[in-house]
């Protein structure tokens, strides 16, 4: 019913927590180890990743530790096209499920059979200070419209681990010229579920926080040409046949990622920054929002004295 693909890179000690997480509880509840399926794509680490991996001896476990790295976007569309099962779940090997989340997630998919599902996670720096948390007592699953679902998710659409969605929903769109121009974007896994949000049927959300995420990604990428640039081009491209849900995404991106807008910032020069924004591309992106104009624009016309408190700020609060 269900496959958990993981993309590792040289991320050991998470990668160790995450799977002891998901064998307890599928050890404590058999009737849902027979639903699960865990893959898990090695990206040529360079620490032991691969000889742990090698260790592993569970029947519902596959492994490919790849001879090269072939890039994080690339490791996560190939791993993603090699799901066989109805539901696929893409799981940072660095963001940690709560206890008990699996058994639920398998019960509400046998009975409700969702296009897409969103999983709220809660930040934080080390996720072995403490215990992993269980499920809260009071968790519920709602049903929601395209509208709702993409104000609730907000900047989270671009959080791989929060979305279980139908791969046979995506089997539909997966030549869809749209969708193939998201490879090699840093946002590859828009291309999967997006075609659910596209349809407006069976999407749900749950109520509480259910994942520990650090935040941190091995992928190197400008902030400023991601989420500035890449992202509203992407989503405008895959929303194009409905520019409500994509002005709307965007709308919430550009405010969310202000202060990361503002700590991508380098000086060119002691009065301003220009040599270091691509404003030209940015506008071209983002010219038909308001919220462009009023909060990051005029950044370029500041001089630095004025600019360095709002970087300073994007800072604190990034």
Same mark, same amino acid.
């Given at each position: ?173 997966? #030549?869809?010229?749209?969708? $193939?121009? %998201?490879? =090699?974007? +840093? @946002? ?5 579920? *997006?075609?659910? /949000? ?8 749950? #109520?509480?926080?259910?994942? $520990?995420? %650090?935040? =941190?990604? +091995? @992928? ?5 040409? *991601?989420?500035? /640039? ?89």
């Amino acid at each position: 019913m269900l496959t958990i693909y993981i993309p590792t890179y040289n991320r050991l000690r998470h990668l160790q927590l995450l799977l002891t997480s998901l064998f307890v509880e599928l050890d404590e509840h058999p009737s849902i180890s027979s639903n699960v399926i865990i893959k898990i794509f090695n990206n040529n680490s360079s620490d032991d990743t691969e000889k742990y991996l090698k260790s592993l001896t569970r029947n519902n476990v596959f492994v490919v530790n790849r001879k090269n790295n072939i890039g994080g976007d690339a490791n996560i569309s190939d791993g993603i096209k090699q799901c066989d099962t109805e539901y696929l779940w893409i799981l940072g090997d660095d963001d940690i499920p709560y206890n008990g989340l699996l058994t639920k997630i398998i019960q509400f998919l046998t009975l409700q059979k969702p296009d897409l599902l969103y999983l709220p996670a809660v930040w934080c720096s080390d996720v072995f200070k403490d215990s992993i948390p269980s499920v809260a007592s009071d968790f519920f699953i709602k049903k929601r419209n395209p509208e709702q679902f993409i104000k609730i998710a907000g900047i989270k659409l671009t959080f791989i681990s929060s979305f279980i969605f139908s791969f046979r929903h995506y089997s539909l769109f997966k #030549n869809n010229e749209d969708v $193939r121009l %998201t490879a =090699n974007s +840093n @946002f590859a896994q828009l291309a999967f579920f *997006s075609p659910a /949000i596209i349809s407006g049927r069976g999407l749900y959300v749950i #109520n509480h926080a259910v994942i $520990r995420a %650090t935040g =941190n990604t +091995n @992928f190197q990428y400008s902030l400023i040409n *991601s989420f500035g /640039i890449d992202l509203p081009n992407i989503v405008k491209k895959i929303f194009a046949i409905n520019t409500t849900l994509s002005d709307l995404i965007i709308k919430n991106l550009v405010i969310a990622f202000l202060p990361s807008f503002l700590y991508s910032i380098r000086f060119g020069s002691s009065k301003s920054f220009d040599k270091y924004i691509p404003w030209e591309s940015l506008k071209s992106a983002l010219r038909s929002y308001k919220a462009f104009w009023i909060f990051v624009y005029p950044l370029k016309f500041l001089p630095k004295f004025l600019a360095l408190p709002l970087v300073v700020l994007g800072r604190l609060f990034r």
